[in-house]
C-alpha cells in the first residue's frame, strides 16, 4: 500500500512539474507575438520595430536558450537535476522583470537573454528528469505532459494577450504575466527529489535504491538499480563511439526536425502575419490567432497523451511529418490567392487561417510531442545530459535562425514562396526520421541502448 502510494505522489509531482515547466516554456515563447504589435522601442514610424529589430527581440530569447541548454548539459551531472531546473527558474525571473520594465530595446533584448537561458535549462533537463523518475509503463504520458502543456501554455498566453488588448493593457503587461509562472516553477523544484541516477554518482545507492522501490514495480526496480550501477555505456567516453555518434545525430536531427516544421513561426509572428498580410486590424488579429493556437492545444492534448503510447513513434513522426508538408504546400498556395484577391479579401484570409489550424494539428499533435519523448529516450545514460544539451542547443539555434531570417523571408520572398520552402525543407527531414530515428516504444532505456549498439 505504501509503495502504491509513493508512486502515486510521484507521478503527481512529476505532473505537476511537466504542467509548470513545460508551462513556462510555451508561455515564454509565446507572450512574444501580442507585444511585438504595440511595442514602441524601434526605429520604425511611431516608435514601432522594424522587421529586422522584431527578428532581433524575437531571436534574443532563443540564444539565451541555446546558452541554457548547453551549461544544463555541462552541469546537470554534477550538481543533479533538482538544481539545474531551480537555477532555470531562478533565473527565468528577473529576465521576465527586466523585459517588462526595459527602458531601451537592447535592455529588452537583455531580459530576454536571461530568461532565456532559464527556460534552456528546464527545457533541456525536464524532460530526461521525467522520464528517469517514472517506469517504462508511466514514461510516454508523464512526458508527453511537459510538451502537452508548452502548447496549452501557448493557447493561454495568446489568449492573455487578446484579452489584455482588449482592455487596453499595453504590451509591458503582457509581459509581466511571465512573471506568477517562473515563480512558481521556482517553488516547486524546491520540493523535488534527486533523481536515482543523481543518487548512484555521488556514492548514495541506498537512497536511490529506496526511492526506485517506492516508485515503481519491485521487478523493474531491481533492474533499473542494477543498469544505473553498471551501465553498458560507463566505458565510454564522450560521444567518440561510432554508435554514440550516430545516436548523437539523431538527437541533434529530431530537435532540429521539431523547429523546421515552422511552428514557432506561426506562434511568434501570426498577429504580424494576420496584420501585415491579411489586413487585420491589430486587435483583430490577436483574437484571429486564439482559434489557430486553441486548436493546436487539442491537438497536443489528443496526440501527446492519448497516441503516444498506442503506435510506434516512427509512424507518429512520419504521419506528422507527411501532413505538415501537405498543408505548408496549401498555405502557400493560399497565399498566392489572398494575394491576387487583395489582403483585403476576408474570405481568402480566413481559408488561409483553417489550413493553419490543420497545419498545426499534425505539427502538435503528432510531431512535436513525440520529437521531445524520442529526446528523453535515446541518450544512454552516461551522456544523457550532454547529449539532451548537444540537442537542446541545436534546436534553439535552429529556432533563432528561422525567428530571425522569418520577416526577411517573408517580406522579399513572399508567403508563397516562403512557405513552400519550408514545405521542401519538411520533405527532408522526412527522409531523415524514416531513415535514421530508432522506434523506443515500449523498450525501457536499457533496452533502446542495446539496441543502438547494435545497429553500430
Not at 499595453?170 to 515563480?183: E, N
Amino acid at each position: 500500500m505504501a509503495a502504491i502510494q509513493g508512486r502515486r505522489r510521484n507521478l503527481q509531482l512529476m505532473t505537476a512539474l511537466g504542467v509548470l515547466a513545460g508551462g513556462l516554456y510555451g508561455y515564454t515563447l509565446t507572450v512574444i507575438s501580442g507585444a511585438l504589435i504595440g511595442m514602441n522601442l524601434g526605429s520604425g514610424p511611431g516608435g514601432h520595430l522594424t522587421a529586422g529589430e522584431q527578428g532581433m527581440v524575437t531571436s534574443a530569447l532563443l540564444i539565451g536558450a541555446a546558452l541554457g541548454s548547453y551549461l544544463a548539459g555541462r552541469f546537470n551531472d554534477r550538481f543533479g537535476p533538482k538544481r539545474i531546473i531551480l537555477t532555470g527558474a531562478l533565473l527565468a525571473i528577473p529576465g521576465a522583470l527586466l523585459s517588462a520594465l526595459a527602458p531601451s530595446l537592447i535592455l529588452l533584448g537583455l531580459g530576454r537573454l536571461i530568461i532565456g537561458a532559464g527556460i534552456g535549462m528546464t527545457s533541456t533537463i525536464v524532460p530526461i528528469y521525467l522520464a528517469d523518475m517514472v517506469g517504462t509503463e508511466e514514461r510516454g504520458r508523464v512526458v508527453s505532459v511537459n510538451s502537452v502543456m508548452i502548447v496549452v501554455w501557448q493557447l493561454l498566453a495568446v489568449s492573455v494577450n487578446a484579452i489584455l488588448d482588449r482592455m487596453g493593457a499595453d504590451w509591458r503587461t503582457m509581459l509581466w504575466a511571465l512573471v506568477p509562472p517562473a515563480i512558481l516553477l521556482a517553488l516547486l523544484a524546491c520540493f523535488l527529489h534527486d533523481s536515482p541516477a543523481h543518487l548512484i554518482r555521488r556514492g548514495q545507492s541506498d537512497q536511490a535504491a529506496v526511492f526506485l522501490e517506492s516508485t515503481r514495480d519491485k521487478a523493474e526496480a531491481r533492474v533499473t538499480m542494477q543498469e544505473l550501477s553498471h551501465p553498458a555505456s560507463a566505458k565510454t567516453a564522450g560521444f567518440k563511439a561510432p554508435w554514440l555518434r550516430r545516436v548523437l545525430i539523431v538527437g541533434i536531427g529530431v530537435a532540429m526536425i521539431n523547429q523546421l516544421t515552422g511552428l514557432n513561426i506561426v506562434n511568434y509572428y501570426a498577429p504580424t502575419i494576420f496584420t501585415d498580410t491579411l489586413g487585420f486590424d491589430p486587435s483583430l488579429s490577436m483574437v484571429a490567432t486564439v482559434p489557430v493556437i486553441l486548436v493546436s492545444a487539442i491537438a497536443a492534448i489528443i496526440g501527446g497523451l492519448g497516441l503516444i503510447d498506442r503506435f510506434d513513434r516512427r509512424a507518429i513522426l512520419a504521419v506528422g511529418l507527411a501532413g505538415t508538408i501537405i498543408f505548408l504546400t496549401a498555405i502557400g498556395v493560399c497565399y498566392r490567392f489572398v494575394g491576387a484577391l487583395g489582403s483585403g479579401s476576408r474570405t481568402a484570409a480566413w481559408i488561409m487561417i483553417g489550413m493553419m489550424m490543420i497545419y498545426v494539428v499534425f505539427v502538435q499533435g503528432l510531431v512535436a510531442p513525440v520529437t521531445w519523448l524520442l529526446l528523453s529516450e535515446i541518450f544512454p545514460q552516461q551522456v544523457k545530459s550532454h547529449g539532451m544539451g548537444y540537442a537542446n542547443v541545436a534546436m534553439n539555434l535552429t529556432n533563432f535562425g528561422l525567428s530571425l531570417v522569418f520577416p526577411t523571408l517573408l517580406a522579399r520572398l513572399g508567403g508563397t514562396g516562403t512557405y513552400l520552402l519550408f514545405a521542401l525543407i519538411n520533405v527532408c527531414a522526412l527522409v531523415f526520421a524514416w531513415v535514421m530515428v530508432p522506434e523506443t516504444r515500449g523498450k525501457s532505456l536499457a533496452q533502446i541502448e542495446q539496441e543502438a549498439r547494435a545497429r553500430a
